[in-house]
């Protein structure tokens, strides 16, 4: 909720905004997502009119992170047409016309429901250009989809560190269970796709770093978060089943870890979106090379 004010705030949005963000005091929430436009970004309702020298919001959001915790908010909403009529606002969390709502999930996390009813802001709440929020929107999952990947890697190497000590201290049929074969090939699985993982998500946030401030790196980061989310789903479940009845027992860290990685593999876009994002960046790219070659093999003849 508060990388968009980074990217495209104002001087006097960031000294507002930025220095408790930092210092742990403020925390954001970034709102997206409605009831019917999740991964459809550009079908979302939610609709800025003008009046007078502001704006006035008026619609839902949904799926929410922070929003039980937020001092503030970024809310995209309908300015116009198409991708090109989406517009970013700063709204304070206590704002007249804000309404708030927690909504219950499967594992502990601060997520909910936010409804605008005529919430009035000034233009100063704007963030970036009329009409530039869903590209705004996308350099930020761009930014969020690296951070995910590192954050179920890290669910991954707790999975794998709990699976090695289980299967070495556990014995059966007269021996460690890391003893047998099929044990070890699941071991050896488990790490491969862990250090897999964890070079994709390093690439993709290399990439973001040395680039500059306007680099994209959409291919690179959605490779990076649809690998390491499935492949810490596989890891965690392969750590389950070496861990057998106790991995489902309630409290066990195995079982709290396979119900914590599911959200992983829908937010921030879902694997299906990242492949979508995959597939569009590699033929756009080979698209490129083979017109930028074309001149070239022209010459030569």
């Known amino acids: 909720g508060s990388y968009p004010i980074v990217l495209a705030g104002s001087d006097a949005q960031r000294r507002a905004i930025l220095p408790d963000v930092l210092s742990g005091r403020r925390i954001g929430a970034f709102a997206l997502t409605e009831p019917e436009a999740g991964s459809d970004v550009a079908s979302l309702r939610t609709e800025a009119r003008r009046e007078g020298d502001g704006w ?3 619609g839902e959001k949904v799926l929410i992170s922070n929003v039980p ?16 009529g989406i517009t970013a606002f700063l709204v304070d969390s206590g704002a007249p016309g804000v309404a708030a709502e927690p909504l219950p999930m499967s594992v502990p996390h601060p997520i909910g429901r936010l409804r605008f009813d005529g919430c009035r802001v000034p233009d100063g709440a704007r963030l970036g250009e009329v009409g530039g929020g869903y590209k705004l929107a996308m350099r930020t999952l761009d930014a969020f989809r690296i951070s995910v990947g590192a954050a179920a890697n890290g669910m991954a190497a707790r999975a794998l560190r709990e699976a090695i000590a289980h299967v070495t201290r556990r014995r059966q049929f007269g021996a460690p269970l890391s003893e047998q074969q099929m044990v070890r090939a699941y071991l050896a699985e488990m790490a ?17 770093d040395t680039g500059g401030a306007a680099a994209r790196v959409s291919t690179e980061a959605a490779m990076a978060k649809m690998f390491a989310t499935e492949a810490a789903q596989r890891i965690i479940d392969r750590a389950v089943q070496l861990h057998g009845g ?6 066990t860290e195995v079982e709290r870890l396979y119900r914590e990685i599911r959200p992983l593999r829908i937010y921030e876009g879902t694997t299906e979106i990242q492949k979508l994002i995959i597939a569009k960046g590699i033929l756009d790219r080979a698209a490129a090379e083979l017109a930028a070659g074309e001149p070239a093999r022209g010459e030569a003849r």
């Open 56 to 58: 006035v919001l008026d």
């Open 69 to 84: 915790l937020a001092h503030h908010l970024v809310v995209f909403a309908r300015t116009g047409e198409g991708r090109a």
């Open 192 to 208: 491969t796709e862990l250090d897999a993982a964890r070079l994709l998500v390093a690439r993709a946030a290399h990439k973001r």
């Open 246 to 251: 106790l991995g489902v027992v309630e409290g």
